[in-house]
């Protein structure tokens, strides 16, 4: 099991670092490298539930994916932060860490591209936590965690 605690000092390193060539070998698995465009590309650990977000070469965001967001992903099944857990709805979420800073309730339009879920956004210290819901805000989907 992979602890919050341990991937937390990734953010604001450079990809090609000693230390994240040494995390690598300690959760024995290699990521699957996508380029988004020139600024950005994505680590992918589908194994793990977890994805690295790079920009410009430095890892500024993690990614926690819960078992209901993509088909051929594995859930995370490490520790969290704030001792949030994927079975969270979001009046948990809301009860665990209080009000946010910035919340949107969700909207469940048919037309493409006007859907959004429901999410939460905290800040804590040097990192912004961003929990995403499924559409009847019952289970956290995804928990991103962004260096501040």
Same mark, same amino acid.
């Given at each position: 099991? #992979? ?10 390193? &450079?990809? $090609? *670092? !000693?230390?994240?060539?040494? +995390? ?34 430095? #890892? ?10 993509? &088909?051929? $992903? *594995? !859930?995370?099944?490490?520790? +969290? ?68």
């Amino acid at each position: 099991m #992979i602890a919050f605690e341990t991937l937390l000092p990734v953010l604001g390193k &450079p990809l $090609r *670092s !000693p230390a994240i060539a040494q +995390l690598l070998t300690r959760l024995g698995h290699s990521p699957e490298l996508e380029s988004m465009d020139e600024e950005r590309s994505y680590a992918s650990f589908p194994d793990l539930g977890l994805d690295w977000v790079i920009d410009a070469g430095i #890892i500024s965001a993690l990614q926690f994916f819960g078992d209901t967001v993509e &088909p051929g $992903r *594995s !859930p995370y099944r490490g520790t +969290l932060p704030h001792a949030l857990s994927f079975d969270d709805s979001r009046a948990v979420v809301l009860n665990k860490l209080g009000q946010p800073v910035r919340s949107h309730a969700g909207v469940d339009d048919p037309r493409p591209f006007v859907r959004v879920e429901p999410w939460v956004k905290y800040h804590f210290g040097t990192y912004t936590v961003h929990c995403n819901f499924s559409m009847d805000a019952s289970r956290t989907k995804l928990i991103t965690v962004r260096q501040n």
